[in-house]
C-alpha cells in the first residue's frame, strides 16, 4: 500500500493526489469502496493518473465494477480518460450533462484554462472517453448505489450513497479535519451559482439520512447529518453577509471586504488561523471564488427584482 494511501476502514480507502502546487497536499482525493462491490469516487487530474493507478495497484485493485464521477471538474474527472483505459469493462457514471463533455473535452478544456488559468496546466487536459462506457447517474440501478442529484457546486453534480457512506463530492462543502476533534468547513460555490439549488441539493443529502459523509476536499466525518445541517445554515449566513455588504458597502474591493466579514463572522470557519500558512494561501482563492459565486447570484436576484418593481 501506498504511504500516502488511507485505510478508513476494512471497506474504504482515501487516496490523496498531491500537486506541486501550494497548498495541495491532501486537498485532492479519489475514494476507493471495496464491499460487494469495488468501487472509486472521482479519479483526480490527468497528471496524477499515475499516481492513482500506483496506489491501486499497491492495493492490488485489479477490477473496478464501477467508476463513480461526482462531476467533471478537473481534478474530479480529469484523469478519467488514463483511468478508462486502464479498466476497459468498467462503467462510468456521471451526470447526464457531463456526457458530452467527456465524450468531446475540449471546451471543459478550454474553459477550464479560461477560469483557473495556471492551475489548470497542472491539473492537465482531459482524455475523451468512448460514448458507450458511460451511463446517465440518473438511469444507474445498482443495489446498495444511491445516486442523488445534487446540483449546487456544479450543474452536472452528483452524489452517491452506500449503507454506510455519502460520497458528496462538493456538495456538503470543503472539509479540513484539524487536531482535537476540530474542523474547517467552507461552501464551494464558484460563479455560476444559484443558492436556491444549492440549498435543495443539500437537503436532498438530508433527506437521505446519511451516516458517514466522505468529502471530495477531504477527508470524513461521521456525523454526516449533523455537519450537512451546519452547512445548509452556513450557506444561509453567506447569503446574509454578502447581501449586506453589497447594500451597504462599494464595489471596490467588494470580494475584500466580504472576506473579512466572513472570517470574522462565520462560525464553521473560526479555524482558519489554524491552518497552515500554505493552506489559508490556497484558502483564500477558493474562498474568493466562492464569494464570487455568491456576489453573481445576489446582484442577478437584484436587478431582476429592480427591474421588476419598475
Keep these: 500500500m501506498t504511504a500516502k494511501t488511507q485505510k478508513i476502514a476494512d471497506d474504504l480507502f ?18 476507493l469502496y471495496r464491499g460487494e462491490k469495488t468501487f472509486l469516487v472521482d479519479v483526480g487530474p490527468s497528471t496524477a493518473a499515475m499516481d492513482l493507478l500506483s496506489a491501486l495497484q499497491e492495493l492490488n485493485v485489479g477490477h473496478l465494477d464501477y467508476i463513480l464521477l461526482t462531476h467533471i471538474h478537473l481534478d474530479h474527472a480529469g484523469a478519467i480518460g488514463q483511468i478508462a483505459d486502464a479498466f476497459p469493462q468498467t462503467p462510468i457514471i456521471c451526470h447526464k450533462d457531463g456526457i458530452s463533455h467527456l465524450i468531446a ?65 462538493e456538495a456538503g462543502g470543503i472539509y479540513v479535519s484539524l487536531p482535537g476533534r476540530k474542523f474547517y468547513l467552507r461552501p464551494g460555490t464558484p460563479p455560476r451559482f444559484f443558492l436556491d439549488i444549492a440549498l435543495q441539493s443539500v437537503d436532498a443529502l438530508i433527506a437521505s439520512q446519511p451516516k458517514t459523509i466522505c468529502y471530495a476536499h477531504f477527508g470524513i466525518n461521521e456525523g454526516a447529518s449533523i455537519m450537512l445541517e451546519a452547512h445548509r445554515r452556513q450557506l444561509l449566513l453567506w447569503e446574509a453577509i454578502i447581501k449586506d455588504e453589497i447594500q451597504s458597502g462599494t464595489a471596490k474591493d467588494r470580494t475584500v471586504a ?8 462565520d462560525p464553521l470557519m473560526a479555524t482558519y488561523d489554524q491552518l497552515p500558512p500554505d493552506i489559508q494561501e490556497r484558502e483564500t482563492f477558493f474562498l474568493q471564488n466562492s464569494i464570487n459565486g455568491y456576489l453573481g447570484y445576489l446582484l442577478s436576484v437584484i436587478e431582476t427584482t429592480s427591474y421588476y418593481r419598475r
Design 105 to 169: 473535452p475540449s471546451q471543459l478544456w478550454e474553459s477550464t484554462k479560461k477560469i483557473l488559468g495556471s492551475m489548470a496546466l497542472s491539473y492537465g487536459p482531459v482524455q475523451a472517453v468512448e460514448a458507450g462506457r458511460l451511463v446517465d447517474a440518473s438511469q444507474f440501478r445498482v443495489e446498495g448505489i444511491l445516486p442523488i442529484i445534487t446540483p449546487g457546486h456544479a450543474p452536472h453534480h452528483v452524489s452517491f450513497q452506500t449503507d454506510t457512506y455519502l460520497f458528496a463530492g
Design 258 to 265: 466580504c472576506l473579512k466579514r466572513l472570517l470574522k463572522e
Design 14 to 31: 482515501l487516496i490523496p493526489l498531491n500537486l506541486p502546487i501550494t497548498g495541495f497536499t491532501e486537498f485532492i482525493s479519489v475514494w
